[in-house]
C-alpha cells in the first residue's frame, strides 16, 4: 500500500506493506511492531562465481585515473571499516573501465549482481578529470563514505537521463544501462522481486545486511553485504546507518520512482515510492 505524496520516503506498517512517512526522514519502526517480527530465512542454492583470492579492492593499474581526495588511490575495501566480507560465498570481480573501480560481484539465483555499491563519479563537463560531485554525492559529503557506502544518485542521474526528467515522465523502457558500466544494467524492480524470493522473501533483509555497520547486524548469507547508507533530499543527508535505499528503473509518474529497502532493526525488504530528486544507493546487476 502506497500513499499519494510522491515525495515522502516508505516505512513498513503492521502488516509489512509500504506506506508514506508523515515527514521527510523515516519514523523508526515501533518497539512492539519490531518484537513481533520473525526472521524467515529461505535455503538458497548460490551459483558459483569465480572465487576472489584477496579481501581487497584494488584500481586497475593501467587506469589513469586518479582520486585528489583520496591520498591512497581509488581504494573501495569495505573491509577496512571493520565490515567482513562472508568468505564461504564464492565471488568474482570486475573493472569498471570507465574509472579503474574494481568491485566485487555474486550470483544469486539466475542474476549476477554487484556485491557494492556503485561509486562512479563520472567526468567533468569539460573532460579534465573527475570532479568530487561530477555526479551522485558521497554520504555526508565525506569521502571515506564513498569508499565505504558508495555514491547517492538522484533516480534521473541512475537512469543516465537529463534533470528535466525529475519532474516529468521519461516513459515505459525494457531495459536500461543508466549510470552501470558497459554489460551491467540498473535493476527492474521485478529483478528485485527475483532477489527478495531468493533471499527467503518479503523478511529477507536479515541475509542480506551486512554483518556489521547496522545497530542490528544481518547475516549476509548471499554475500550481497547491504549497508545503511542512508539518502540525501533537499541537500540534507538523513538515516545513514539506518537505512538502506536503491534505485530502479520503474518510473511512478512525472515525479516519483520506484525504489527497495531495507531497515535496521526490521527483517524485510520492501518496495518503496519516493521522489526522484532524493538520492539512493545503486547496485547493477549483469546483463
Not at 565471488?91 to 539465483?109: K, N, P
Not at 563520472?122 to 573532460?127: F, K, N, Q, Y
Request: glycine share 12%; net charge neutral; charged share 20%.
Amino acid at each position: 500500500m502506497v500513499g499519494r505524496h510522491p515525495h515522502k520516503l516508505p516505512h513498513p506498517d503492521r502488516r509489512g506493506r509500504v506506506v508514506r512517512s508523515p515527514s521527510l526522514a523515516w519514523r523508526r519502526p515501533r518497539a512492539a511492531v519490531l518484537a513481533s517480527l520473525s526472521v524467515l530465512v529461505a535455503s538458497v542454492v548460490l551459483m558459483s562465481c569465480t572465487p576472489r583470492a584477496t579481501d581487497a579492492v584494488e584500481v586497475d593499474p593501467t587506469n589513469p585515473v586518479k582520486d585528489t581526495l583520496l591520498h591512497d588511490s581509488l581504494v573501495q575495501d569495505t573491509s577496512r571499516f571493520g565490515i567482513p566480507w562472508n568468505a564461504s560465498v564464492s565471488m568474482g570481480s570486475f573493472v569498471d573501465h570507465r574509472d579503474g573501480w574494481v568491485y566485487r560481484t555474486v550470483q544469486v539465483g539466475s542474476l549476477v549482481w554487484m556485491a557494492q555499491n556503485l561509486e562512479y563519479r563520472a567526468p567533468t563537463p569539460d573532460g579534465s578529470g573527475y570532479g568530487p560531485d561530477s555526479v551522485g554525492r558521497c554520504p555526508s559529503d565525506s569521502r571515506d563514505s564513498c569508499s565505504k557506502y558508495g555514491r547517492l544518485y538522484s533516480w534521473t542521474e541512475a537512469m543516465g537521463l537529463p534533470p528535466i526528467y525529475s519532474n516529468d515522465t521519461a516513459g515505459h523502457m525494457t531495459r536500461v544501462v543508466g549510470i552501470c558500466p558497459t554489460g551491467w544494467h540498473l535493476p527492474s524492480s521485478a529483478e528485485w522481486g527475483i532477489l527478495q524470493q531468493a533471499a527467503g522473501g518479503v523478511s529477507s533483509g536479515a541475509v542480506l545486511k551486512a554483518s556489521a555497520g547496522w545497530g542490528s547486524p544481518g547475516t549476509d548469507h548471499l554475500g550481497m553485504r547491504f549497508l545503511p547508507a542512508g539518502y540525501v533530499d533537499g541537500g540534507m543527508f538523513h538515516d545513514r546507518g539506518i537505512t538502506s535505499l536503491f534505485w530502479v528503473m520503474d518510473e511512478y509518474d512525472g515525479v516519483s520512482a520506484w525504489n527497495w529497502y531495507l531497515y535496521d532493526g526490521y527483517s524485510g525488504l520492501l518496495r518503496g515510492l519516493t521522489g526522484k530528486a532524493v538520492g539512493m544507493s545503486v547496485r547493477c546487476v549483469q546483463d
